[in-house]
């Protein structure tokens, strides 16, 4: 636990903010209009807090945090070498989001009105029954439910819960290692990215109006996404950057998602909306943690 105010204290350490839906949600606000996006999750009430809270309201997003009065606010020591990252991270009150906030009659009202939910598969470690209510009305309704693999840990510890909400997920979004882990942990044998994606796009569905869409990226490698029961193939290539310009990749994922989801918003074709998201994680990468640059750039279609 002393490493935090190790880097504080000792390093030349920058505060910035995390929470990787969280960041998604900065990236999807930065490409879309003003009071396009809520984030709902737990903080606590300390310093740590505070300056989340300024960060993602100057992002233009609306919080509606739990307050949790007893755990302090997540943090996430990041220590760059060259362009490789070591983190350590100890979630503290983003452990602690119940359910019970999310079905407050205020913060349901901002449910029903959102027409598009992002969930971090994170959560999955936290508090499923919150993401089930966002998958049910999203089922019932007809809206987009997007859940992100997040990391390779999911597949492996938290299959069971993810397992519950998969049959919801219109768009799943993953990074090829995140994929072999859903591969093995699901005894799909095979290492090929596109066939991983085809499988879980088959997967069952408790919405049949939408088909399911698996976005895979890979890198610097082209993203591949499959859709559907006949298995539609999209292959879209990245952004190249020179690697001078690589500042940190830490968060690129977010962003990446953050750019995709800004396209789906808008109703931008599935290639569209993942080139908006290889732009979006292009910018990202140059600055330092999962930020975006100001002043704000705008996105043009490659």
Partial sequence: MGIYDDLMKNYKAVLIAGGAAQNTARGAQYMLPPNSTVYIGCIGKDKYGETLEKITSDAGVKAEYLYDEKTPTGRCGVVITGHNRSMCTDLAAANNYKIEHLKQERIWKQVENAQVFYVGGFHLTVCVPAIKALAEEAAAKNKTFILNLSAPF??????????????????????????????????????????????????????????????????????????????????????????????????????????????????????QAIDMGQWLAKLSIQELGPSYPSPKQTYVSS
């Fill in 154 to 271: 999911i597949s492996q510890f938290f299959k069971e819960p993810l397992d519950e909400v998969l049959p919801y997920v219109d768009i799943l979004i993953g990074n090829e290692t995140e994929a072999a882990a859903f591969a093995e942990s699901h005894g799909i044998e095979t290492k090929d990215v596109k066939k991983i994606a085809e499988h879980i796009a088959k997967g069952p569905k408790k919405n049949s109006k939408r088909a399911r869409t698996v976005v895979i990226t890979q890198g610097t490698l082209p993203t591949i996404a499959v859709s559907g029961d006949d298995a539609k193939l999209t292959e879209v290539d990245v952004h190249a950057i020179g690697q001078d310009k690589i500042n940190d990749t830490n968060g690129a994922g977010d962003a990446f998602a953050g750019g995709f989801v800004a396209g789906i918003v808008q109703g931008k074709s599935l290639e």
